[in-house]
């Protein structure tokens, strides 16, 4: 589990499926039993058959992303109302992201998904206000940020056992300044 999520399910999984229910982003390593599938759901958003596979799920909100490793996942949304009883298959290398609207299939790098699992922050030409949402979870903190529509790109990684004063020290020195009050974080102009 990533900083910030939780995960539900039952003490002893009943005889049909291996039902868990999620907030947040967790990564899965799943053994394939067709007798006992095994679904991942996210208050309607997303619910994911997981047909034996490694995968990543970042359900935070009304949108959910799941990135394939490995194997295969089938999803659906009950929300979708439109699509009622549709599917997406997802081959691995593959992302979905599912909101109340529909379900988008795309490529992407998969390693920078899981890097949270390895330990570290990456970013790919993420703007300040992604940046900031990544710290916000890891390090508990409320974002005070007045400028929205900053257009600088970071690119790079970061150890996730950096102290914040470390990280911020990091971005400072892409010239935004921080100030620390408690839990919140505020971005200087």
Known sequence: LNAGSSITYPVVF???????SMD???YFDIAHDKQKPFIVSKNGVVNIEVLGTRFNVA??????KVTLLEGSVKISADSLQSQKGKFKMLKPGQQAVVSKEEIQLGGTDVARQVAWKEGFFSFKNDNLSS?????AVWYDLEIVYNNPDDQRLFNGELSRSLSLKQ???VLEESNVSF???GKKLIVAP
Do not use: D, F
């Open 14 to 20: 009943n005889q049909s499926t291996r039902k868990v």
């Open 59 to 64: 359900a935070y909100q009304q949108q959910a």
């Open 131 to 135: 940046v900031l949402r990544q710290l």
């Open 179 to 181: 100030k620390i009050e």
């Open 24 to 26: 947040g982003e967790a």
């Open 167 to 169: 990280v911020l020290a």
